[in-house]
């Protein structure tokens, strides 16, 4: 197959007219999987050259059915690096590239003379961004970071145990930290390419799986550090059991009449009061025990009784029918739950561009952002003359190198970000911006952002770090003004408004960029600005469902036929748990490297431009292995039944003391590495395991195996081995963090300073650059930088005391 693409610009005009984001920028992408793979395929979808070094023996990896959407509009130079003339050969490359991307393994790196330290000596100039399973150091370096094996090691799996009727961790299907992990690699890119624009000097810039993972970790490590001020949270911040809990009215799954799954957000009182209009509820806000803000009756017979009607209700129509009445009402957050497959058809997912089509007429990942002065082009496959006399170009025009050795700061130091947005994935991705260096001042409404209101403001404290806050009215005049004069001298806003309402408050792009002509202004939503749902409200539980992360969760186990009453209350807690928070996140991450798209394009052509992302397009993303289709495409592999995994040397397995491993065996050299190290440790019961059983027999030898002894010794005596075999039932994600010894080492914790709370472990950052331990900020108070925000804007004492006094400006305390 080939992936010969056929995507033409939203304008054009602007076809060979206007230089791409990245016109210019080459990249050397050494590694395989979709690490590398997809950050690359992003970085020539955007007009970077790149030339990709394939491993001489096709990997494992490289044979799944997406691999080759990752390859798209790149070179391809075979070297085998163990012959010293071709290991030459790709130094004399490096010379005239500007980036060096790569996913081998530190030992590997080390043996074949590629290590960090050796490069930045010889190509000073060069930009390294390594990329790992478990980060570059510590003791879990040169374990085979794959991403179910991460995110067994970090308790992830833990997250979704109940949703299968038995005990136990769960696999977790999605591959969330390698879309994260890619997101930050990009990221990273992109902000040590603008800030070494003059200088020429390389970085050093590092992500991995394991920091990916970290992303999705939103709140419970943190407020389980301050267990005395949040006793009432304990339960919802403790790791999940496996006895399931119904969901909350307003984010709840239904199943309709023709058994398809239907999932709900309403998140907000208003959105929740559309809902029960929308389906004739509405009666129940009469009920004096009904709380209108915490969306419950306080009567839990009431409670229950009602959540079996509103059931009942979604039961007696269609889901197409449901959908065609709430897209027409426009005021409800409502979505059905598809596969990945049915996704690619899905009619928001098309109108904007999220899939395309090759000549061929096969069909795979759009863009990741649609830049609207700059375009992504994704390319056609390079033929072998073209890449040649590409590589003949850099060899004749070597990149200049730096001066002399500036000690570099963070990247983004002196980038100015006005974030105009709320809850978590916009939030979360200018946080990622403040990591980098960037000032970010946070334009919050009167009384705060609403996500500031739930659980204690603990999941505000997670989204918000790093930041600056002003508190103003909006819908004032003079609000609006000082958000003019804060815009006029940014580089970048970040909002997450639905159409209409930039316009409303004064903040749409026409009036911002007349006012600063160089800005990068980002537009978050939930579908697109194009299609049916364009001016429909979303939370994350949508894109979860409907772009096919929560039904590969569940190995569409999923009953299709209309169920009773108390399977349906099964079915949706099962669901929810399956549907969790990862939807956010992800978005961010998109969040985040879209504006440095941006930022990027503003060095090469001198403008700013509007920048449209949403929440279906980041989740297409981060279901990349499968949103794809073309002619015998294999389908995605299913976790088993009982979702251990997806085969017998990919699973998880029980052991002794009721703990769990995972095992990743992807390959012959992995299986005849595992098999050396059981008879190296002389353990006198195992017999040889015969790899060409069944499935059945080879999970059955397997099984009996691991259940001689505990989880800490399968990990202790294999992963030190470079086996990737590790506990999966030891801290879960909320304690995890603050306890391993590989965390610790990589620095991916940073002790932090709460205004109200006092000194705790934040979240670190997602990229590191030079090996350097980062200053991480804490989340402000809303409104805490009021005073010296307008001070900065010319405004006096007695002008600012007055828009205290008018309700134009308010500070939390």
């Not at 023709?258 to 709900?264: E, L, S, T, Y």
């Not at 804060?486 to 960029?513: K, S």
């Not at 349906?568 to 939807?583: D, G, K, Q, Y």
């Not at 086996?723 to 610790?744: E, H, I, K, M």
């Amino acid at each position: 197959m080939t992936d010969d693409v056929e995507a033409e610009p939203a304008d054009k005009s602007k076809r060979n007219t206007t230089p791409a984001a990245l016109t210019g920028v080459r990249v050397v992408e050494l590694g395989s999987g979709p690490t590398t793979g997809l950050a690359g395929m992003i970085l020539a979808d955007f007009g970077a050259e790149v030339i990709r070094i394939p491993s001489p023996q096709i990997s494992v990896q490289e044979q799944l059915p997406a691999a080759s959407m990752w390859h798209r509009g790149k070179h391809t130079l075979a070297l085998n690096l163990s012959s010293a003339e071709e290991h030459g050969k790709l130094q004399q490359l490096l010379n005239g590239a500007d980036v060096f991307l790569c996913n081998w393994r530190p030992a590997s790196l080390r043996a074949a003379n590629l290590h960090p330290e050796q490069i930045h000596k010889q190509h000073p100039h060069l930009h390294f961004c390594h990329v790992t399973g478990f980060g570059g150091d510590g003791p879990m370096a040169d374990c085979p970071g794959y991403e179910h094996v991460v995110a067994a090691y970090c308790g992830r799996m833990q997250m979704f145990s109940g949703i299968v009727e038995r005990p136990g961790p769960v696999f977790s299907a999605l591959q969330v930290g390698i879309h994260a992990c890619v997101q930050a690699a990009v990221s990273g890119i992109l902000a040590a390419l603008y800030a070494s624009r003059n200088s020429h000097q390389g970085q050093l810039i590092e992500t991995s799986i394991l920091q990916g993972m970290l992303a999705y970790e939103q709140g419970p490590m943190l407020g389980g550090q301050f267990r005395e001020r949040f006793p009432d949270l304990l339960p919802a911040l403790a790791a999940p059991t496996e006895d399931l809990p119904l969901p909350s009215l307003f984010y709840h799954p239904a199943q309709a009449a023709d058994g398809r799954w239907m999932q709900f957000g309403n998140l907000l009182p208003h959105l929740f009061d559309n809902f029960l209009i929308a389906t004739d509820l509405i009666d129940i806000v009469a009920d004096p025990d009904f709380n209108p803000k915490q969306l419950l009756l306080k009567d839990k017979d009431k409670h229950e009784a009602f959540r079996d009607r509103m059931l009942t209700r979604i039961s007696e129509r269609t889901a197409n029918q449901w959908m065609s009445q709430l897209i027409e009402d426009g005021g409800v957050v409502a979505g059905i739950y598809q596969t990945t497959q049915e996704a690619l058809d899905d009619p928001d997912i098309v109108a904007n561009g999220h899939v395309i089509e090759t000549t061929q007429g096969h069909r795979q990942l759009g863009p990741l952002a649609r830049l609207t002065e700059t375009p992504a082009t994704p390319g056609l496959k390079p033929g072998a003359s073209s890449t040649e006399v590409l590589i003949a170009q850099w060899l004749d025009s070597p990149r200049p190198q730096p001066e002399e050795k500036q000690d570099s700061g963070l990247p983004l130091a002196g980038i100015k970000v006005i974030e105009i947005a709320t809850i978590i994935a916009a939030p979360l991705g200018a946080s990622f911006l403040a990591d980098m260096g960037a000032t970010v001042i946070k334009v919050e409404q009167v009384g705060g952002d609403p996500f500031r209101g739930m659980l204690s403001g603990i999941g505000s404290a997670r989204v918000n770090p790093g930041k600056q806050s002003i508190s103003l009215n909006m819908k004032s005049a003079e609000g609006q003004k000082i958000v003019h004069q804060l815009v006029a001298h940014a580089d970048i806003v970040i909002h997450n408004y639905r159409p209409g309402v930039p316009e409303r408050l004064g903040i749409d792009y026409a009036t911002l960029a007349a006012l600063n002509p160089g800005l990068i202004y980002l537009q978050c939503n939930g579908y697109g600005p194009d299609g049916p749902s364009a001016l429909r409200p979303s939370t994350h539980p949508i894109p979860g469902a409907a772009m096919g992360g929560v039904m590969y969760q569940m190995g569409e186990h999923v009953p299709d036929t209309l169920q009773d009453i108390e399977n349906i209350r099964l079915w949706t807690s099962r669901l929810m748990r399956a549907n969790e928070v990862n939807p956010d996140p992800n978005t961010a991450m998109v969040v985040t490297s879209s504006v440095l798209l941006g930022l990027c394009a503003r060095q090469v052509n001198g403008t700013g431009q509007q920048i449209l992302i949403d929440m279906f397009g980041a989740n297409a993303y981060a279901n990349h292995d499968d949103f794809c289709d073309y002619p015998d495409k294999p389908p995605r592999l299913q976790p088993d039944e009982g979702l251990h995994g997806l085969t017998p040397t990919y699973r998880l397995y029980a052991c002794a003391e009721n703990q769990w491993v995972f095992l990743a065996l992807v390959n012959e050299n992995e299986k005849t590495k595992f098999a050396q190290t059981l008879k190296d440790a002389d353990i006198g019961y195992t017999a040889d395991i015969d790899w060409q059983a069944d499935d059945a027999r080879l999970t059955a030898q397997l099984s009996d195996l691991f259940s001689h002894h505990d989880a800490g010794f399968w990990q202790a005596l294999l992963a030190p081995a470079g086996v990737a075999c590790v506990a999966a039932s030891g801290d879960a994600p909320n304690t995890f963090w603050l306890n391993d010894a590989q965390v610790r080492t990589c620095g991916f914790i940073a002790p932090a300073v709460h205004p109200q709370w006092g000194d705790y472990f934040r979240h670190g950052p997602m990229v590191k650059f030079n090996g350097k331990t980062q200053s991480l900020g804490s989340a402000p108070l809303p409104g805490a930088h009021n005073i010296e925000i307008l001070e900065t804007l010319g405004y006096s004492q007695t002008q600012i005391e007055n828009f205290a006094r008018q309700g134009v400006t308010w500070q939390e305390g």
